[in-house]
């Protein structure tokens, strides 16, 4: 009897101590890049705000580091909902496939700032905000 008792209560700290040690989506490595990008957006949009546009496309350099870097992460939300096979892949590539058209929408951006073609930029600015909700909508976890 005293085995038995034994055995449960070992079994029943295992499986609650994994539940504790469980990642939550704020310690994830996207999530620390996730907050240096919203960071750096906020400086470069005071800065264009501002009028600085050599300042501007340093923090889209760094924005784009950024991005380049949460590629490679996988979204909490794919962990969360226990995502496998097939339906990972292909939200991993649909994942991928934002993160590059992001970078490719900055990569424009710069290009407008460079050139100080302020209705450029404000069509890049916009295309931003869309590559956001879209990210957010599809690939942030509700934590």
């Known amino acids: 009897m005293n085995k038995g ?15 504790f040690a469980a990642e939550s989506c704020d310690d994830t490595a996207l999530h620390g890049y996730m907050e240096h990008i919203k960071d750096e957006m906020r400086s470069m949009s005071s800065d264009i705000k501002s009028g ?9 350099n760094t924005l784009i580091m950024y991005f380049e870097k949460s590629r490679a992460e996988t979204p909490y939300k794919f962990t969360a909902e226990q995502m496998q096979g097939s339906e990972l892949k292909n ?14 929408v900055l990569k424009n951006l710069d290009v407008a700032l460079q050139s100080g073609d302020q209705s450029e930029v404000r069509k890049w600015l916009g295309a931003m905000g869309n590559q956001r909700k879209q990210g957010h909508s599809a690939f942030k976890a509700n934590c």
């Open 5 to 19: 008792l034994l055995t449960a209560a070992i079994v029943s700290i295992s499986c609650s101590s994994a539940l």
């Open 52 to 60: 600085n546009s050599e300042s501007a496309s340093k923090h889209v």
């Open 91 to 104: 939200n991993k590539a649909d994942y991928e496939k934002v993160i590059n058209e992001t970078i490719s």
